[in-house]
Nanobody
Framework: QVQLGESGGGLVQAGGSLSVSCTAN????????MAWFRQAPGKEREFVAA????????VYGDSVKGRFTISRDNAKNTVYLQMNSLKPEDTAVYYC???????????????WGQGTQVTVSS
């Protein structure tokens, strides 16, 4: 059974930094592209960042480009999201997801974590 488990969310002041991580079990992690999405109350799920299976290519949503960094450690079956210069509008539940189809669209992702709350206070 595939399980993705996020951790590291919390409350941070605007301008601060936070790192979230996601550890996968039950799949061959090194063969999956990984991504982070987020969803704020009353809003659609939004693409944040993605990284290829090798870690060689990354892509970011426009709203986080230059502030967030996605990375992965295939030896630890873990993907990370480092978030800097956080803004109140970054407040959301952050989800990690896995796919074998390189995409920004959530429908291409087969496996999802349960999410971790990130709250940025002004």
């Amino acid at each position: 059974q595939v399980q993705l488990g996020e951790s590291g969310g919390g409350l941070v002041q605007a301008g601060g930094s936070l790192s979230v991580s996601c550890t996968a079990n039950g799949l061959t992690f090194r063969t999956y592209h990984m991504a982070w999405f987020r969803q704020a109350p009353g809003k659609e799920r939004e693409f944040v960042a993605a990284i290829t299976w090798s870690g060689g290519t990354t892509v970011y949503g426009d709203s986080v480009k230059g502030r967030f960094t996605i990375s992965r450690d295939n030896a630890k079956n873990t993907v990370y999201l480092q978030m800097n210069s956080l803004k109140p509008e970054d407040t959301a539940v952050y989800y990690c997801a896995a796919t074998r189809s390189w995409a920004r669209t959530s429908t291409f992702y087969n496996y999802w974590g349960q999410g971790t709350q990130v709250t940025v206070s002004s």
